[in-house]
C-alpha cells in the first residue's frame, strides 16, 4: 500500500518525525523523488494539522535510497484557513530534500461546483486505460513502476523502442494498486511519476535530475483513473521545466505541477 | 535604486542578514510580494556565495510595511554549480515570507546559444513601449507603480477604467527606473510586478493574494526592456495560478514565474 510505504512517526529521538524510504520505489537505483515528497508531505500534514497539500516545493538536495530518514517539520505558521511549514527530509548520511509547503483543507468532488469559476483547459484525450501501454515488463520496468499502475498514452511511449514522439510530452493513466484511493499525498507521487518529457525530444539528453519540483493541488480527487499531462516548452539555459496536469475521473483539474530539471551538458 | 533598496547586511546580531522595508514599495499599504522575495534572494545569493538565483520559492505569510527585517538564512547543501538554501523574512512583529531556493551561477546574455535546446514559445506581441498603457496618474498610482518602469499593452489596460477584456492575462513591458540594469535578483521582481490577472477576468474577485510563487531563471538578462506575460487558466478550489513569462530585449526567455493566489469567497 502507498499509505503504508509513506507513513511517518513522530522521532523516537524526539525532533521531527521519523520514517523509512522503502525498497523497490526506485528508478535506476534512485528512490523516486514524488514517493520522497509525499513521506514529507504527510509529515507536514501532520505537523500542521491540517489533512492537504495546497502548494508544496521539494528542492532535491542528493538522491535517495532505502534506509531510515528523518522529517524536521517545522510549523512557521498557524493560520485560520492555511499553515505553512517546512522540513529537511535526511538520511543518516546527509539531507536529501528540502520543502516548503502551506497545507490546509481542500474540498471534495461533490463541494466543488461553487468555485469553479474559470477553466481553460481540458483533460489530455487518452485511449481507455487498456488501450494504452502498461510498464509491466519485467525484464525492463524499474521497480518504481511496479509499485503504481501507469499507463502511457501509445503515441508518447515510442521512447522505450527507441522511437520518441519528437515532441517533450507525456501523458497517461495514474493509479494505485489494488484500488488504494489516490488521496491529495499521493498525488505528489503522481506528479513525478512518469517517464521524464525528455525521452521523447529528440535531444542530446539522457537523463534530466529533478532540481525543484512544486505541485499545486486544487481538490481531493474522486475515485478513478487520473488522467496526466506532463510537457516541455523551453530546453534552454542548462534547464528545462516540465508542466504536470492532473485530472480526475469527473474531468476535474486537481493538480498541476512543474518542475525545473537540469540539462546535463552532453 | 533598486539595488540599494533591496540591500542586506550581516546582522549586528549575529543570526543572518539585516534589511528594511522601505517606504513606497507598497500597493493599497501592503509591500509588494517580489520586493519582498528580491531581498531574500540577496541575502541567500551573498549566504551560498552564488551570484544568482536558480529557482526560489516564496510563501506569504503575512503583509509586509516598512520596517527592519531579519533574515535567517540557512544553507543546506553547497554543491559544485548549485547551492541551495532556505530563509525566513521576519519584522519585528512576525515573520513575513517563507522562502527556500536554489542558487548557481546563469548565463550572460552572449553564452546562451550552445544550451539553447528547444524553444516552444514567443515574447508576448506588445506594442512599443511608448505606445502602451504607463501606471503613472499620480492620483491613482499605487507607489510601488512609481519605483517601477511598467506599461501595460492597451488591450489588458482596460480594467482600470471599469472595462476588463475578460481574459485573465496581463502583458507588457519593465525595467527599472533610470535605466539601472535589470539583474537576476530584479527578474525576482519582475514576476510579482504586474496587476493581478484577476483584474482582467469577470469574476467576482476583487483582490487574489498570493499564497506562494516560484520563479526559475534561466539566464542574466539583456539590457533592455523585458517583454513580460503573465495568465491563468484555471479559477477553481478557490484557487487561481497565475503563470508568468518574462522575455529580454534579444527574444530569450530569462524567466518563468507561477503562483499560487487565493479567490477569496464574494
Known amino acids: 500500500m502507498f499509505r503504508d510505504a509513506t507513513a511517518v512517526e513522530p522521532s523516537s529521538g524526539g525532533s521531527g518525525y521519523d520514517a523509512r524510504i ?12 514524488g514517493y520522497l515528497l509525499s513521506i514529507v508531505g504527510r509529515a507536514l500534514c501532520d505537523a500542521t494539522g491540517r489533512p492537504d497539500p495546497v502548494s508544496v516545493t521539494a528542492h532535491y538536495l542528493a538522491p535517495g535510497s532505502p534506509s531510515p530518514v528523518n522529517i524536521d517539520a517545522r510549523v512557521l505558521k498557524q ?38 469559476l474559470h477553466v481553460d483547459g481540458a483533460p489530455p484525450e487518452l485511449p481507455p486505460p487498456d488501450e494504452c501501454v502498461a510498464l509491466v515488463d ?20 515510442g521512447f522505450r523502442s527507441g522511437e520518441p514522439s519528437g515532441t517533450p510530452r507525456v501523458r497517461g493513466w495514474f493509479r494505485l494498486h489494488d484500488e488504494e484511493p489516490v488521496d491529495t499525498i499521493a498525488l505528489l507521487c503522481a506528479v513525478d511519476a512518469f517517464p521524464p518529457t525528455a525521452f521523447n525530444a529528440r535531444l542530446p539528453v539522457a537523463w534530466t535530475p529533478t532540481l525543484e519540483l512544486t505541485a499545486h493541488v486544487r481538490s481531493r480527487p474522486a475515485h478513478g483513473w ?21 485530472w480526475d475521473s469527473t474531468g476535474t483539474l486537481v493538480a498541476q505541477s512543474r518542475q525545473l530539471a537540469l540539462v546535463p551538458r552532453g
Open 79 to 116: 493560520g485560520k484557513r492555511f499553515a505553512t511549514a517546512s522540513a529537511t527530509l535526511s538520511s543518516p548520511d546527509r539531507p536529501l530534500l528540502a520543502v516548503v509547503g502551506t497545507f490546509g483543507e481542500l474540498a471534495e468532488p461533490g463541494e466543488r461546483a461553487a468555485t469553479t
Open 138 to 157: 519485467p525484464e525492463n520496468t524499474p521497480p518504481f513502476m511496479q509499485r503504481i499502475d501507469l499507463r502511457l498514452h501509445p503515441a508518447d511511449a
Open 22 to 33: 522503502l525498497d523497490g520505489w526506485d528508478i535506476a537505483g534512485n528512490t523516486n523523488g
Open 226 to 246: 487520473l488522467a496526466c499531462s506532463f510537457s516541455t516548452r523551453f530546453v534552454t539555459g542548462g534547464f528545462l521545466e516540465a508542466d504536470g496536469e492532473v
